[in-house]
T-cell receptor
Framework: DQQVKQNSPSLSVQEGRISILNCDYTNSMFDYFLWYKKYPAEGPTFLISISSIKDKNEDGRFTVFLNKSAKHLSLHIVPSQPGDSAVYFCAAALSGTYKYIFGTGTRLKVLA | NAGVTQTPKFQVLKTGQSMTLQCAQDMNHEYMSWYRQDPGMGLRLIHYSVGAGITDQGEVPNGYNVSRSTTEDFPLRLLSAAPSQTSVYFC?????????????FGDGTRLSIL
């Protein structure tokens, strides 16, 4: 029972264009959503997060959108750069449970 | 700034052997956790701790033991390794758990069980 799903295993985008990574979830009680980036042979690093009381959060080139009615969030990267090539994981958390549920990841390749 | 340090980086074990994966953080974080990453499965939570002396199970705890005697260290023990435990293991920490705080991850331990 995958509570957090990333249905696109991979995505290729031209440098300078927008990258859109998607994530769907099933538990409407999740309070927080986070995105992590992972390079090979390294641990995931935190990118951006959003609380369920918001529908958008922006940090530089990265914006996360949350659609609670659709149980869907997306990460937009504008403009995409070759250094953004990595695996991106979305994660969801429920206050008080101390557990984070991760999606399966999307491998982004930004083509120069 | 060491952050979260995991040792060893690589290990090969034979079925039935025991091993301890080490994890240490120098950020005085209360919350620490262990994940395993398998192809097509993402990161799955094995065990977590909300402070010294307090541990609890995650999604996939079977075959693993943990303890938290200090704030800094959170070792993961495999008592009798099985091929199904071949995976990459990540340790993570955050100031607190349960409030959506971002976690800091170590660089992982790649474990192969023959």
């Amino acid at each position: 029972d995958q509570q957090v799903k990333q249905n696109s295993p991979s995505l290729s985008v031209q440098e300078g264009r927008i990258s859109i990574l998607n994530c769907d979830y099933t538990n409407s009680m999740f309070d927080y959503f986070l995105w992590y980036k992972k390079y090979p042979a390294e641990g995931p690093t935190f990118l951006i997060s959003i609380s369920s009381i918001k529908d958008k959060n922006e940090d530089g080139r990265f914006t996360v959108f949350l659609n609670k009615s659709a149980k869907h969030l997306s990460l937009h990267i504008v403009p995409s750069q070759p250094g953004d090539s990595a695996v991106y994981f979305c994660a969801a958390a429920l206050s008080g449970t101390y557990k984070y549920i991760f999606g399966t990841g999307t491998r982004l390749k930004v083509l120069a | 700034n060491a952050g979260v340090t995991q040792t060893p980086k690589f290990q090969v074990l034979k079925t039935g052997q025991s091993m301890t994966l080490q994890c240490a953080q120098d950020m005085n974080h209360e919350y620490m956790s262990w994940y395993r990453q398998d192809p097509g499965m993402g990161l799955r939570l094995i065990h977590y701790s909300v402070g010294a002396g307090i541990t609890d199970q995650g999604e996939v705890p079977n075959g693993y033991n943990v303890s938290r005697s200090t704030t800094e260290d959170f070792p993961l023990r495999l008592l009798s390794a099985a091929p199904s435990q071949t995976s990459v293991y990540f340790c993570a920490s955050s100031q607190q758990g349960g409030s959506g705080q971002p976690q800091h991850f170590g660089d992982g331990t790649r474990l192969s069980i023959l």
